[in-house]
């Protein structure tokens, strides 16, 4: 069964400091994948995708994170974080023939002050 | 511009009722998706609808579970007898188009359920 792992349950930070979240996925194929973002008291909000082209991907927010095929890897990376990126973190892959998106457990990023 | 829409936000059930949640959707997208997260867990996908079709059910318990999404209202996740391990968040997504995720999902705040 397709999974996406994120090895990293809870991330602590001080501001400033780079930002690296770990996420693998399982499937071989063709895949899309995704970061979501879920600010304390909000709902998910997409961050960046990957589908085709360039693997190095740029969001919102001064967020990237780098497809390597080879690896099965999707890291998110941001070069210096913010407290205002104090948030749960999701990986996420979806299918081109389907619309399901299987998504992580999740990261916990905390950024101290 | 109105996102996805969710309510109650906050449920409270006790053991064998049941649980209605609603969602609606952005204005303009006609397809629904739910997606349950349980404690310290990713989101799990358990259904996807379009206007009066379900296209998608692979994720959704056999029993006691069932969702619909009508013509007009809202798209409604019912739990009929619930029980302690259906206390979870769910959310609710909906897009433009279906069929591919080229068609971004937006969504919702989620309902909390909680089961005494």
């Known amino acids: 069964a397709q999974s996406v792992s994120q090895h990293n349950h809870h991330v602590i930070l001080s501001e400033a400091a780079s930002l690296e979240l770990g996420c693998n996925y399982s499937?071989?194929?063709?895949?899309?994948l995704f970061w979501y973002v879920q600010y304390p008291g909000q709902h998910l909000q997409l961050l960046l995708k990957?589908?085709?082209?360039?693997?190095l991907v740029k969001g919102i927010k001064g967020f990237e994170a780098e497809f390597i095929k080879s690896k099965f890897s999707f890291n998110l990376r941001k070069p210096s974080v913010q407290w205002s990126d104090t948030a749960e973190y999701f990986c996420?892959?979806?299918?081109?023939?389907?619309?399901?998106?299987?998504f992580g457990s999740g990261t916990r990023l905390s950024i101290r002050p | 511009n109105a996102g996805v829409m969710q309510n109650p936000r906050h449920l409270v059930r006790r053991r064998g009722q049941e649980a209605r949640l609603r969602c609606s959707p952005m204005?303009?997208?006609?397809?629904v998706y739910w997606y349950r997260q349980l404690p310290e867990e990713g989101l799990k996908f358990m259904v996807y609808?379009?206007?009066?079709?379900?296209?998608?059910e692979s994720g959704m318990p056999k029993e006691r579970f069932s969702a619909e999404f009508p013509k007009e209202g809202p798209s409604i996740l019912r739990i009929q007898q619930v029980v302690r391990g259906d206390s979870a968040a769910y959310f609710c997504?909906?897009?433009?188009?279906?069929?591919?995720?080229?068609?971004?999902?937006?969504f919702g705040p989620g309902t909390r359920l909680t089961v005494l």
């Open positions: 997504a909906s897009s433009l188009a279906g069929t591919s995720v080229y068609n971004e999902q937006f």
């Open positions: 499937y071989g194929g063709t895949v899309n």
């Open positions: 990957y589908f085709s082209g360039d693997p």
């Open positions: 996420a892959e979806g299918y081109s023939s389907a619309s399901k998106i299987i």
């Open positions: 204005k303009g997208h006609s397809h």
């Open positions: 609808l379009q206007k009066e079709n379900i296209i998608d």
